[in-house]
């Protein structure tokens, strides 16, 4: 019940401070560009601007978030109040989630998925490059990538006092997360990435052959860093927002990680709650 | 209500609370008086239940500080020195918001803000409020609930006199409804007008407990001072318990002679400077 009223309260909160707004107008740019680049280049584009901005929004929106309530000073009420750490993390999870599934679910709809579809037009390319494409797979990757960022921005933006030191800390977050699953996406040093380059059916795949013939001239290494990398979470809900079927062990790596941020957002939320609960007398 | 024993606590090797010991009745109101860094927000902290690792026992509402859960929250009510409200929002949602985080049947709340006149800038956002409406929606914040025990940090701080009173008037107007109320204050007079007891912080002990009036009495009798005219204006004291040994007094008194009489008491910061040798500024 109190879970609830957090997350309708934290929409509205959202709502007031204008993130619904921003991200209609950001949609409605988003499908201006998927409409105006190639059709082969589609899914791979869409792919990118879902991982890229509603799954991951989370990461950069919880320093905003946060910081406002800081300033507001709200915390300082609900450390004192029956909310516990794990509900506050809960809402903001998934009320930051259906903002992301909104704008993925309308990208994916841009890109040409049907719902349900095992190899549909958003999935042509994935097809041969990921294998079957199903846009609840989309959406599910969606839903997980949000929640892994939003972590991360909780966990980030408690521990700072100022946007500055926010966009300093998300640098190496946004590298450790976005640089391997775009070389996963890209099947870099993927030995598959041969048999894919020699299908050539576009830019998409131009590009990839290329960085595969400059990244892996026969690199066993290589090969095996990228088959290590399909289970590395970034990769994991970077394959599925591309519409491919994880892996059982991918997901396990996902969840089991989705896990661990939690706990750690659970104890620097009551840490910041303690710094500040209690009011300075 | 409050039953403190032998509480030390420390946030690194040196004590900063030392071997307390106090207890508050239901429906007292208890200050807490004492300079900056003396201890009495963390020993707010603790009694809120916010720092756990501490020595002794700190047992509130017949719950041991350490071990509360969150529903020991469900009958504290802290009002901060500042606001602690969503400006976006109006005063009606922030308090429709913070009741939707408790269990127990919120008072209404049209009847809160008529109580502390708001009813008619209820639908205002916070944002528009001026520093006694945010003090007087911050108080009734803590209110919402009902609960038994109340935290008030500086109630009146930065309160013009019509506010202050007003504050002061609602405070009293709930020890009238048995509620037990923590206050802590740099404000002498509202700790001599709205205290039952006080109890006085330097260095993270407690220097003196006791009411108001006994403090005043106990550390400096009243004195009188009178004034005649003999060859110009001259002026004597004495203690008021030695009045009837005053020669000079009686003779003025006989002879009809006194300019001008009164009595004079130490105030609660004269014996805090005397017991301490601090002041609270």
Same mark, same amino acid.
């Given at each position: 019940m109190r879970l609830r009223s957090l997350v309708l309260w934290d929409i509205r909160f959202q709502t007031r401070y204008g993130f619904y707004f921003l991200y209609a107008v950001l949609t409605a740019i988003y499908v201006a560009i998927l409409s105006a680049v190639p059709e082969s280049w589609r899914e791979k584009a869409a792919a990118i601007l879902i991982f890229s901005d509603p799954a991951s929004m989370g990461l950069f929106f919880m320093g905003a978030i946060v910081l406002l309530e800081k300033s507001q000073r709200t915390p300082w009420a609900l450390a004192v109040s029956p909310v516990r750490a794990a509900e506050y993390i809960a809402a903001k999870v998934m009320s930051l989630s259906a903002i992301s599934l909104v704008v993925a679910a309308v990208l994916t709809a841009a890109a040409g998925v049907d719902a349900g579809a095992n190899a549909g037009a958003y999935g042509s390319v994935g097809a041969g490059a990921f294998g079957s494409v199903d846009s609840y797979i989309v959406l599910l990757g969606t839903v997980l990538s949000s929640a892994v960022f939003t972590l991360l921005g909780i966990i980030i933006a408690t521990r700072i006092s100022s946007l500055n030191q926010f966009i300093l800390w998300t640098v190496p977050v946004e590298l450790v997360c976005f640089v391997p699953a775009i070389l996963h996406l890209f099947r870099v040093g993927s030995p598959l990435a041969d048999s894919m380059a020699a299908n050539p059916r576009g830019p998409v795949q131009i590009c990839m052959q290329t960085c595969t013939q400059t990244c892996t001239p026969g690199s066993s290494s290589a090969a095996a860093a990228a088959a290590w990398l399909r289970y590395y979470p970034a990769s994991v809900c970077m394959e599925m927002v591309s519409g491919q079927v994880p892996s059982p062990i991918g997901i396990l790596m996902v969840m089991a990680l989705i896990g661990v941020l939690f706990v750690a957002a659970k104890y620097c939320v009551l840490n910041m709650w303690g710094r500040m609960g209690g009011g300075k007398l | 209500m409050i039953q403190v024993n032998n509480l030390s606590f420390s946030y690194t090797k040196q004590p900063f609370i030392s071997h307390m010991t106090f207890s508050v009745s239901p429906g007292e109101i208890f200050g807490f008086l004492g300079?900056? !860094?003396? !201890?009495k927000s963390t020993l707010q902290k603790v009694l809120t239940g916010m720092l756990t690792a501490y020595q002794g026992s700190a047992m509130v509402n017949g719950v041991e500080c350490r071990k509360r859960t969150k529903r020991f929250y469900e009958d504290i009510g802290v009002d901060f020195e500042f606001s602690t409200m969503?400006?976006?929002?109006t005063a009606r949602e922030n308090l429709r918001f913070f009741a939707s985080l408790y269990e127990k049947k919120p008072r209404p709340i049209d009847e809160l803000l008529e109580m502390v006149g708001l009813e008619r800038d209820g639908d205002k956002r916070v944002s528009q409020y001026s520093k006694g409406m945010k003090a007087r929606l911050n108080f009734i914040r803590a209110l919402l609930h009902d609960p038994a025990l109340l935290c008030l940090d500086e109630p009146t701080n930065g309160l013009d006199p019509t506010n202050s009173r007003m504050m002061k008037d609602m405070i009293l107007a709930q020890k009238a409804r048995g509620k037990t109320i923590l206050l802590t204050t740099h404000n002498m007079q509202d700790a001599a007008e709205l205290c039952d007891r006080v109890a006085f912080i330097v260095g993270g002990r407690i220097c003196a407990l006791d009411s108001p009036h006994n403090l005043i009495m106990s550390k400096g009798a009243a004195t009188v001072t009178y004034t005649w005219l003999e060859d110009g204006e001259h002026s004597a004291s004495c203690p008021l318990d030695r009045l009837s040994a005053d020669g000079k007094l009686k003779k003025l008194i006989s002879e009809n002679r006194l300019q001008s009489i009164h009595s004079s008491e130490p105030t609660l910061n004269d014996i805090f400077m005397e017991i301490t040798g601090r002041t609270l500024l």
């Amino acid at each position: 019940m109190r879970l609830r009223s957090l997350v309708l309260w934290d929409i509205r909160f959202q709502t007031r401070y204008g993130f619904y707004f921003l991200y209609a107008v950001l949609t409605a740019i988003y499908v201006a560009i998927l409409s105006a680049v190639p059709e082969s280049w589609r899914e791979k584009a869409a792919a990118i601007l879902i991982f890229s901005d509603p799954a991951s929004m989370g990461l950069f929106f919880m320093g905003a978030i946060v910081l406002l309530e800081k300033s507001q000073r709200t915390p300082w009420a609900l450390a004192v109040s029956p909310v516990r750490a794990a509900e506050y993390i809960a809402a903001k999870v998934m009320s930051l989630s259906a903002i992301s599934l909104v704008v993925a679910a309308v990208l994916t709809a841009a890109a040409g998925v049907d719902a349900g579809a095992n190899a549909g037009a958003y999935g042509s390319v994935g097809a041969g490059a990921f294998g079957s494409v199903d846009s609840y797979i989309v959406l599910l990757g969606t839903v997980l990538s949000s929640a892994v960022f939003t972590l991360l921005g909780i966990i980030i933006a408690t521990r700072i006092s100022s946007l500055n030191q926010f966009i300093l800390w998300t640098v190496p977050v946004e590298l450790v997360c976005f640089v391997p699953a775009i070389l996963h996406l890209f099947r870099v040093g993927s030995p598959l990435a041969d048999s894919m380059a020699a299908n050539p059916r576009g830019p998409v795949q131009i590009c990839m052959q290329t960085c595969t013939q400059t990244c892996t001239p026969g690199s066993s290494s290589a090969a095996a860093a990228a088959a290590w990398l399909r289970y590395y979470p970034a990769s994991v809900c970077m394959e599925m927002v591309s519409g491919q079927v994880p892996s059982p062990i991918g997901i396990l790596m996902v969840m089991a990680l989705i896990g661990v941020l939690f706990v750690a957002a659970k104890y620097c939320v009551l840490n910041m709650w303690g710094r500040m609960g209690g009011g300075k007398l | 209500m409050i039953q403190v024993n032998n509480l030390s606590f420390s946030y690194t090797k040196q004590p900063f609370i030392s071997h307390m010991t106090f207890s508050v009745s239901p429906g007292e109101i208890f200050g807490f008086l004492g300079p900056s !860094g003396a !201890g009495k927000s963390t020993l707010q902290k603790v009694l809120t239940g916010m720092l756990t690792a501490y020595q002794g026992s700190a047992m509130v509402n017949g719950v041991e500080c350490r071990k509360r859960t969150k529903r020991f929250y469900e009958d504290i009510g802290v009002d901060f020195e500042f606001s602690t409200m969503y400006e976006k929002l109006t005063a009606r949602e922030n308090l429709r918001f913070f009741a939707s985080l408790y269990e127990k049947k919120p008072r209404p709340i049209d009847e809160l803000l008529e109580m502390v006149g708001l009813e008619r800038d209820g639908d205002k956002r916070v944002s528009q409020y001026s520093k006694g409406m945010k003090a007087r929606l911050n108080f009734i914040r803590a209110l919402l609930h009902d609960p038994a025990l109340l935290c008030l940090d500086e109630p009146t701080n930065g309160l013009d006199p019509t506010n202050s009173r007003m504050m002061k008037d609602m405070i009293l107007a709930q020890k009238a409804r048995g509620k037990t109320i923590l206050l802590t204050t740099h404000n002498m007079q509202d700790a001599a007008e709205l205290c039952d007891r006080v109890a006085f912080i330097v260095g993270g002990r407690i220097c003196a407990l006791d009411s108001p009036h006994n403090l005043i009495m106990s550390k400096g009798a009243a004195t009188v001072t009178y004034t005649w005219l003999e060859d110009g204006e001259h002026s004597a004291s004495c203690p008021l318990d030695r009045l009837s040994a005053d020669g000079k007094l009686k003779k003025l008194i006989s002879e009809n002679r006194l300019q001008s009489i009164h009595s004079s008491e130490p105030t609660l910061n004269d014996i805090f400077m005397e017991i301490t040798g601090r002041t609270l500024l």
